[in-house]
């Protein structure tokens, strides 16, 4: 088509040159056209080199022309429409005239002339930049944000070098190809990209809107906030001008403030259900111990009450792990134990929720030695690395997970700086893990399950325990190879004997309420656990008056303040709770022992959380023998520092 064309076009527009020139300048003109302001000898000088382009002069005369400012009277935005419509009236002369083709090529053609007009204006005016030009492009060079601005056709007038490192394209990269922008966007995100469009071009308005585009280099997701600004002449949108925010970081965090919210809901609401909960399990501990002491050893009855007490015990534990849940952290108290129990504990307690197609095994060597722990802290750990197992098999995935409890080998131990240990191996058959995943897999709120649940504090929080308690945990995954943590724990000293449970003691033989009994005053809104305290301490000999508030307790005090030897209150009770009737109580008799006894004492619920620390507290569930003999201790010891005072000269 090449030389045809050439003949055919120049010769085409040189019988139509003066009518083509003279139509378009006065189209643009006139007073209804779409630049009735511009000078007519700058738009005809344009119209001569633009037509010569057309008949295959090339784009230097044009480019020389505007380098050397002979447009400068018309501005970037009229030199772009006046090229636009001056194509389009070449195109309306030769299609009617050649072969489709050229229509298709004229088209082209006056693409590459908005270009090469856009182009030489850039390097002219960046020629001519003056003092606050540079100044404003080495502002843009050190913005983390990026400045951009766009023609009405999408054409790049100017990015600042900041889009580099939010695409991994430079600045040219864009200059150069106006529809590498909409390549970028994911593909789930381009509706809010064009909504975007079309709110700055149709309906011009300044508009905003957050999307996700993909960085070439590192192949990450960037979420952009971009900011958009039309400028309107003459009722058309003739230029954009904006700004393109990166704002993942900002986005990871807020997603992870959501979930630290949504953590803290769930261990109030678990915190609640524990105190509800542990309340039921004191009525069932105390009533089978009751009634343990009055049925015939060994008897169907006595194992029937052994049974319920035992299933109680373990719906005490799993309230202690609601609990630990809802604190954060279980209790600090380490002691010498050895951790097969403590295995066998968590594998039961997980194992109802593992699917059918995964195995999950326990392998115990020989020797284990014992070593210094809290145990609820370690089985909690535990409990996260399986469960993580159990996760990375499902869905067919794996089919085993399996806990291996063995001496620690050198390596293991030299990792934690210790002369021998002791380690939880747990490991699956799942597809194991990058390296990149295996990097951050400890970092809290990290997941790569959160579209199923995941929080991201399961490894975290092992990790935390396993240093607290001067280990670590290793990591050996690959990806399809599985994974295994090694959960890595000191020994302790040699000889070190660890601490047994201790034996299950009950209520001694119901006694006779002697005369000058201590009267003991019980305050529990529980109706379950009020009568509970009543029949044990009333069975252990004691007087007990028993009310079902706070603000009763500070009443039946205000009547009689040294009426009462002692008094157990409830941490929990409404209107008036277990520190603020203590604090009462204190103005009113200032000698009265008390005890608080607690389902579960949740610090941001009640009204003064610092008194708990002035008076010891009850835990439930309780065993009635407990409650007896710690009330006895401590009538003992404020005995005792009462008799030291009344000594005192």
Request: proline share 6%; with cysteine; glycine share 8%.
């Amino acid at each position: 088509m090449g030389s045809n064309w050439h003949r055919a076009t120049e010769q085409l527009l040189a019988d139509h040159h003066a009518d083509l020139v003279a139509a378009w300048v006065a189209a643009l003109t006139a007073p209804g056209g779409e630049l009735p302001r511009a000078p007519a000898p700058a738009l005809r000088d344009l119209a001569q080199r633009a037509l010569g382009v057309f008949a295959g002069d090339g784009q230097y005369p044009l480019v020389e022309w505007l380098s050397e400012g002979h447009a400068g009277a018309l501005r970037d935005e009229q030199l772009v429409l006046a090229v636009q419509r001056l194509t389009a009236a070449v195109r309306a002369l030769v299609a009617p005239r050649g072969e489709p083709a050229w229509s298709a090529h004229v088209a082209e053609t006056g693409e590459a002339l908005v270009r090469a007009v856009v182009a030489a204006r850039t390097a002219r005016q960046t020629g001519e930049a003056d003092e606050s030009a540079a100044s404003f492009r080495e502002l843009a060079l050190v913005l983390r944000d990026t400045l951009f601005s766009l023609l009405a056709n999408g054409t790049v007038r100017y990015v600042s070098p900041a889009i580099e490192a939010l695409t991994g394209h430079a600045p040219a990269d864009f200059l150069a190809d106006p529809n590498l922008w909409a390549m970028l966007v994911v593909p789930e995100d381009m509706p809010a990209f064009q909504r975007l469009i079309r709110r700055v071009t149709v309906d011009q308005q300044l508009a905003e809107e957050v999307y996700r585009v993909r960085n070439v280099v590192t192949g990450e997701l960037k979420v952009v906030l971009t900011r958009a600004n039309p400028l309107v002449i003459d009722g058309l949108v003739v230029r954009v001008d904006g700004l393109l925010v990166d704002i993942t970081e900002r986005r990871e965090l807020e997603q992870r403030l959501e979930r630290t919210e949504h953590l803290r809901s769930l261990g109030q609401l678990a915190g609640g259900i524990a105190h509800d909960f542990n309340n039921l399990l004191v009525s069932i501990l105390g009533y089978s111990d009751l009634l343990l002491v009055r049925a015939r050893p060994g008897g169907k009855d006595a194992q029937a009450l052994e049974l319920i007490a035992a299933a109680a015990e373990q719906g005490a534990a799993l309230t202690e792990r609601l609990l630990t849940f809802a604190r954060g952290a279980a209790s600090s108290a380490k002691q010498p134990v050895r951790l097969d129990k403590v295995l066998r504990d968590t594998l039961a307690l997980v194992a109802p929720s593992v699917p059918h197609a995964i195995r999950l095994r326990l392998v115990e060597h020989e020797a284990v030695p014992v070593v210094v722990a809290n145990a609820p802290q370690v089985g909690e750990a535990i409990l996260n690395l399986v469960l993580n197992a159990v996760q990375a098999c499902s869905g067919g995935l794996g089919d085993d997970v399996q806990l291996t409890l063995r001496p620690a080998t050198r390596e293991e131990a030299a990792a934690i700086g210790a002369d021998a240990g002791c380690t939880v191996a747990v490991s699956d058959n799942g597809p194991g893990m990058d390296d990149a995943t295996t990097q951050r897999v400890f970092e809290p709120l990290f997941t790569t399950r959160g579209d199923c649940g995941g929080t991201g504090l399961g490894c975290s929080m092992a990790y935390s325990v396993a240093v607290d308690h001067g280990g670590l945990i290793l990591v050996d995954a690959s990806p399809g190879a599985g994974s295994v943590f090694r959960f890595v724990l000191p020994a302790a000293p040699p000889g070190t004997v660890p601490i047994r449970s201790a034996s299950r003691k009950l209520m001694p033989t119901p006694v006779e309420r002697i005369r000058g009994a201590r009267h003991i005053l019980v305050a529990d809104d529980e109706p379950s656990v009020r009568q509970l305290l009543v029949d044990v301490l009333d069975g252990a000999g004691f007087r007990v008056t028993s009310v079902a508030s706070g603000k009763e307790a500070v009443e039946a005090v205000a009547r009689a303040p040294r009426a009462f030897d002692l008094a157990i209150l409830d941490v929990m009770m409404q209107p008036v709770d277990g520190t603020e009737a203590f604090t009462q109580l204190r103005r009113l008799a200032p000698d009265l022992p008390i005890v608080f006894c607690s389902a579960y004492s949740d610090s941001s619920r009640i009204s003064l959380p610092e008194v708990l620390t002035e008076a010891p507290i009850i835990h439930k569930p309780f065993r009635p023998i407990d409650l007896v003999e710690s009330v006895r201790q401590h009538l003992d010891r404020w005995d005792r520092a009462r008799r030291a005072n009344l000594s005192r000269p």
